[in-house]
């Protein structure tokens, strides 16, 4: 299982990471999503792209989720996460470190 998440591929990396670096809020995300992606890279159960979405599709108040990819592979592996479940201590973790993000990007 592939557990990279944020890995350069093709240039449309740099397209879309020189995109999102333009915007102050999108500089502040960017800074504080790396304590997010730790976190993802460290469930046990799945891999980190697949925990994000298992995560998102674990809220009752959700019935899809909308992704964007440009890679088979990275599609057939989100895909799958549809069947996955976290633990709890897992959706504790991504809790925990989603509210600390969310805290600093918005002040």
């Keep these: 299982m592939n557990k990279k998440i944020g890995s350069i591929r093709d240039g449309s990396f740099f397209f879309y990471s020189a995109r999102s670096l333009l915007k102050p809020t999108s500089r502040r995300l960017a800074t504080c999503a790396g304590a997010m992606r730790e976190v993802l890279r460290s469930i046990p159960e799945m891999s980190a792209a697949?925990?994000?979405?298992?995560?998102?599709?674990?809220?009752?108040?959700?019935?899809?989720?909308?992704?964007?990819?440009?890679?088979?592979?990275?599609?057939?592996?989100?895909?799958?996460?549809?069947?996955?479940?976290?633990?709890?201590?897992?959706?504790?973790?991504?809790r925990q470190a989603f509210q600390l993000m969310d805290q600093t990007i918005s002040t």
């Design 50 to 94: 697949q925990a994000a979405f298992a995560y998102v599709l674990a809220n009752p108040g959700v019935s899809s989720c909308v992704f964007g990819t440009t890679n088979l592979a990275n599609s057939i592996e989100v895909i799958e996460s549809s069947e996955l479940q976290l633990s709890p201590s897992s959706m504790s973790a991504i």
